[in-house]
């Protein structure tokens, strides 16, 4: 797989969660795996904030 198309693939999940980088990525994904695990003082309903705008 050559670096372009990792690029392309990234460049698409980013535009889809409304996302810029990396470590806003990781950021999302952190916040959807403290809901997996449980976390109660997140609601089960909640979305990361930048996934509940792009839902609309």
């Known amino acids: 797989m ?3 198309t ?3 693939h990234l460049s698409n999940v980013y535009a889809k ?3 810029a980088n990396r470590t ?3 950021g999302v994904a952190s916040f ?3 809901r ?4 109660e003082r997140i ?3 909640q979305k ?3 996934l509940a705008e792009n839902a609309q």
Not at 36 to 39: E, H, Q, S
């Open 6 to 8: 990792v690029k392309t």
């Open 43 to 45: 609601g089960r309903s």
């Open 24 to 26: 806003e990525l990781a």
């Open 32 to 34: 959807t795996d403290d």
């Open 2 to 4: 050559s670096r372009s």
């Open 48 to 50: 990361h904030p930048r």
């Open 36 to 39: 997996a695990a449980g976390d």
């Open 17 to 19: 969660l409304g996302v």
